[in-house]
């Protein structure tokens, strides 16, 4: 650069314009007057600094550079997520398929039927086919779907628990729970207008506890399940038909807020941890359902609401739930979601498929990445051995369910910090994503997808560049 970095010369005067700036930059890969506006900044503060700490003119340049790469980090854009954990909420939880993604552009770049009944030519119910399939999923007579989980808790609350006298919502003081950051049920409650009426105590609820909170200003029975967390020892709660027999008694709806919803039985991980599943709990008595789209379903985030015909019509109804409705986009990614689910081609959704990958196959891409890692000219500052870990279901489901899963663990040579290498690894091209664990820094292969082998190798390579020699 041609600043003379001497303190003394440095003078407010002496800084580039932005114009120049932007020339020497070039081009940056992101908009320009994104860049002139990061650009203006910077030399604004470096301004005050030459002011008030002395910073030399010389530091405009790695300074304005690492706002870019900053903000260029920010965008969303596709991560390899090694940390074994398969519905993982910060890496946009269920990714999609291939049969998915193509259903996705072809609806994307073209015009679409969303509205329009093509056998009468007339506008046509939205989501209409959706709906119909979901309906079948859940064992339920109806279905529809709103933008998430936590809006089709809103829509109920907001049809059946705003209207006074009846806005009291009975839920059991075991089930007030908060999942991932900042839902809180009791707060989404409040601030749908209803009342919280709680029960029970955090370890104990009877059926009495709840028919005894029954009275005239009783809107519904809420229940929640206990994604993220559990409880053992000295606990109970009335299971779910005993809770229906109270509702009928009462006249309210039995809400039952299932969270991830599997469709399938979770028991085949091994664990013996069992998810309810939405047709499981229609049978027992639910009069509505609500669960994620976007969790152990593997699809679109999307929040799905089942249960009985009268029910799902009048939520159809509200006027909120304009607010609250997808786009044809989940729409779409949905539908074919719910075709494979019922299909039985589970296996065309990356969730499941990630879920029943065999250890042997594990271990074979395991041994190609090393190979390859060491073929030619082997990484100085590195070391890769082959590990094993424990898979997670995540999404707040199954929190005791370990899948048995194979690893690359690495080690950043000699007195090489794991933490650093963690950190190239994230700031590398494609960032990559892993855990530590009693001092290991190490890639659950289970959540990372073949295709992503060899870009892995590639983002190990470059990230041992800039290590510490062995
Ligand atoms: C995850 C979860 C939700 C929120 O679901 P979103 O689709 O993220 O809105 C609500 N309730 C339970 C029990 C959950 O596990």
């Not at 399939?133 to 809006?151: K, Q």
């Not at 929040?303 to 607010?323: D, S």
Request: hydrophobic share 40%; net charge neutral.
């Amino acid at each position: 650069m041609s600043s003379p970095p001497s303190r003394q010369s440095s003078s407010r005067r002496d800084l580039p314009s932005v114009d120049r700036v932007l020339r020497e930059l070039g081009d940056t890969g992101l908009p320009r007057p994104v860049v002139a506006a990061v650009v203006r900044c910077e030399l604004e503060s470096l301004r005050q600094g030459l002011q008030d700490k002395g910073d030399t003119i010389a530091a405009w340049n790695p300074r304005i550079t690492s706002a870019l790469d900053d903000l260029r980090r920010s965008r969303i854009q596709p991560v390899i997520n090694g940390t074994g954990i398969i519905v993982h909420t910060n890496f946009g939880r269920a990714p999609l398929g291939d049969a998915v993604a193509k259903q996705l552009l072809d609806i994307a770049t073209q015009y679409n039927s969303l509205e329009f009944d093509l056998a009468t030519g007339e506008r046509g119910g939205r989501a209409a086919y959706v709906e119909h399939n979901l309906a079948i999923l859940c064992g339920a007579e109806s279905a529809t779907v709103v933008n998430n989980c936590a809006a089709a808790l809103v829509l109920a609350l907001r049809h059946f628990a705003a209207r006074p006298p009846r806005t009291n919502v009975i839920i059991s003081r075991g089930e007030l729970v908060q999942i991932g950051g900042g839902f809180r049920i009791p707060e989404i409650l409040e601030a749908s207008g209803a009342t919280l009426r709680e029960v029970g105590t955090t370890n104990k609820t009877s059926v009495d506890d709840y028919r005894r909170a029954i009275d005239d200003h009783t809107a519904m029975i809420l229940r929640v399940h206990q994604s993220n967390f559990y409880m053992g020892g000295f606990v109970d709660s009335p299971d779910l038909a005993s809770l229906a027999i109270v509702s009928r008694e009462a006249g309210v709806p039995l809400f039952v807020d299932l969270g991830s919803g599997a469709t399938f039985d979770t028991t085949s991980l091994g664990c013996g941890e069992r998810e309810p599943t939405p047709a499981e709990a229609i049978s027992r008595g639910a009069d509505l359902v609500a669960f994620s789209g976007d969790k152990l379903l593997g699809g679109p985030q999307a929040g799905i609401l089942a249960g009985g015909a009268a029910y799902v019509a009048a939520l159809k109804h509200e006027p909120f739930f304009r607010a609250l409705r997808c786009d044809k986009l989940i729409l779409a990614a949905l539908q074919t979601t719910v075709d494979l689910l019922l299909g039985e081609t589970p296996n065309e959704i990356p969730v499941r498929r990630m879920m029943d990958i065999p250890l042997d196959a594990l271990r074979a891409r395991a041994e190609r990445i090393v190979q390859s890692l060491q073929a030619g000219s082997p990484p100085a500052g590195l070391t890769a051995l082959i590990g094993t870990g424990q898979s997670q279901v995540g999404g707040g489901s199954l929190p005791r369910t370990r899948i048995p899963s194979v690893t690359i663990d690495l080690a950043a040579g000699a007195g090489g910090a794991s933490a650093e290498l963690a950190a190239r690894l994230r700031l590398g091209q494609p960032p990559v994503i892993g855990y530590t664990s009693q001092g290991r820094f190490k890639l659950d292969l289970r959540t990372i997808f073949p295709h992503q082998d060899e870009p892995l190798v590639t983002a190990l390579r470059a990230a041992s560049a800039g290590a510490p020699s062995a």
